[in-house]
């Protein structure tokens, strides 16, 4: 794969999700958090590697379907469902308090709002072992409660 036919793939399938890029400033950045995370296959097909793939996409999809207004990014009040939804099953809504703790934490432009590369750099992680790109642990539960199947498939 050459880094424009990868693109060209992600984008087609996050256009099939119903949930593309904004922009190719946000197609940049998600290339360019996967390949600084060891996220894409150099030495073999050149395409991205699986675990990375859901490293992105959980996050993307999530932060996406929150995103009530189709902003590309979300307020107090998605963040809130969205925290709610990363939770385990049976949990108590997240406290307002720290809903704002984690808008702070996140929002690295200072819009108040978190966009989606916010979310996906945050929920994307390096694992120091292998050195390559793994969801982390909050996307991986997250992926696990709407993996109803068990087949580490999710069907959109």
């Not at 675990?51 to 998605?78: C, H, N, T, Y």
């Not at 949990?91 to 690295?108: F, G, I, N, Q, Y």
Request: contains cysteine; charged residues 30%; glycine residues 6%.
């Amino acid at each position: 794969w050459t880094r424009g036919a990868l693109e060209e793939q992600f984008v087609t399938i996050l256009n099939d999700l119903k949930y593309p890029p904004s922009d190719k400033d946000e197609l940049a950045k998600v290339m360019k958090i996967c390949e600084e995370n060891g996220g894409l296959d150099e030495r073999g097909s050149g395409g991205m590697k699986e675990q990375a793939f859901r490293a992105i996409i959980v996050p993307w999809l999530s932060l996406s379907i929150m995103d009530v207004d189709k902003s590309g990014s979300i307020d107090l009040a998605e963040l809130k469902c969205l925290l709610w939804v990363h939770q385990e099953q049976g949990t108590h809504e997240p406290k307002d308090d720290t809903v704002r703790r984690t808008m702070a934490v996140l929002d690295l432009d200072f819009s108040g709002e978190i966009d989606r590369m916010e979310w996906v750099a945050h929920n994307a992680e390096c694992d120091i072992a292998s050195g390559t790109m793994v969801p982390s642990e909050k996307t991986m539960t997250l992926f696990r409660k709407i993996d109803k199947t068990y087949d580490a498939n999710k069907r959109i």
